[in-house]
């Protein structure tokens, strides 16, 4: 939660920035609508406060007039004195008069030290409430009418232009009060919600850091298995493992790769060694026969370098295919043309069946995997025998087959020829220089196009390799 110092700048993690966030709206939303909520209360008091003075000034006024007759049609000064004092008790200063404008009661001057203090209170209540208040002494006249006589006049004084009483700020002050409260306890639970929530988003966080962390130190085993419902962290979290399954899959690959080429050099570097070793202990005598064999040692050794530099070119460049429409027909007729002396030399019968002319692929990688299944089809076919190459056009695919009348495959080795290293008769392969790493090749760069290749095989009858390469790239 804490902050971290790095190179002088101050860092925070994601949870404690996420709480502190969380509080800082909430205390913020929270303070406007508490400002807000209190300038229409205070607006909406003031109105009331307002209309209840009128009120009041109204009632006044009518009860004047109802007791001017229940008095006889005349003023009666006890009971103008009775209404004069129980105005004063609403804050209230009456001055009556008759109507011929002779003062009948006031309250100035029936208890003028009194009036005076209630002013003063008034005002002193206000400037608490509002230290901007301003306001002071109003009067407001009105006429006492009987019938259609005006029979006197009451002035009301009183603070003006509103004035609150005791009662009416200390209901003022709760509701603030209250207002204050609600905000504390929304920021509060703000706090400890929004804590909840940095937590929730801030742990995948953390576990995608260790695992990356585990993964730059080369060990890949560990997996995210933490929920979350926020599709980014979910998106993030199944990257990583992802991430970490590929690099597990390569660095597994890798291993078995090394451990491939030491396997596959071992026997012609022992031979070779062996060999060389016997002549110069003078064991065997050096002559052309034995020079010959430390030879094609050497060129087996070569020939799986090369091969080897062809898997590693094409794995490095997996994912650029230079796609584009190419005449299918004319490369079949080029890589056929490469095999001439080969195939005439060993009396092989070659034939076409070219139904699809053109393919939308690369064309090297095209080219490559050719030269491996013709190059194979000639190894592995006696002299006199055939190869059958065709081409032919499905709604999804483009279909090449090379089917050679050879040696064929048995159903034990079948499962397992496109494996790196895989031979299926070791002694022949070596005869024929054969390092197992064509077909590799081959199932790689098809898989690459989004394609598919199969094989069927008869041993003693021959086999027929067959790539299918989408038209449009699988998904
Ligand atoms: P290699 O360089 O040994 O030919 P490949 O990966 O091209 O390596 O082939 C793997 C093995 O599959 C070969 O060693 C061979 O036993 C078998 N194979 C491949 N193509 C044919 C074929 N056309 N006829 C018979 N066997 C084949």
Redesign the pocket.
Known sequence: MTGKTNSGKKRFSLQFKLTAAFLAFTLLLFSLIGIFVNFLLEKQFENYVIDKIAQRNSSIVSNLEARYTDWGGKWDAAGLENIGVNALGDSLMLRVSDADGTVLWDAMTHNSGMCATMLQDLAENMKGYNAGFTGGYEEKTFPVTVGQNIVGNVSIGYYGPYYYTDNDINFLNSLNQLLLIATLIAAAVSFVFGAIMAKRLSSPISRVIHTAGKIAQGKYDDRIHEKSNTTEIVELTQAINILAETLAKQEALRKRLTADVAHELRTPTANLQSHIEAMIDGVWELDAARLESCHEETVRISKLVS?LENLARFEADNLILKKEDFDLARLIFKIEKSFESDISHRNIHVTQDISARRLTADEDKIEQILV??I???L???PEGGSIEIRTAETPAAIVIS?K?S????SSE?LPY??E?F????KS??RA???????????KFLVEAHGGLVT?E?KPGE??E?TVMIPKEPLP
């Open positions: 091969d491996n299944l190059s194979n089809a190894k592995y076919t090379v050679d050879g040696i064929g495959i080795d020829i496109f790196r895989y031979r299926a008769d022949r392969s024929t220089g054969g390092s197992g790493i064509g077909l590799a090749i081959v094989v095989s021959g086999s390799f």
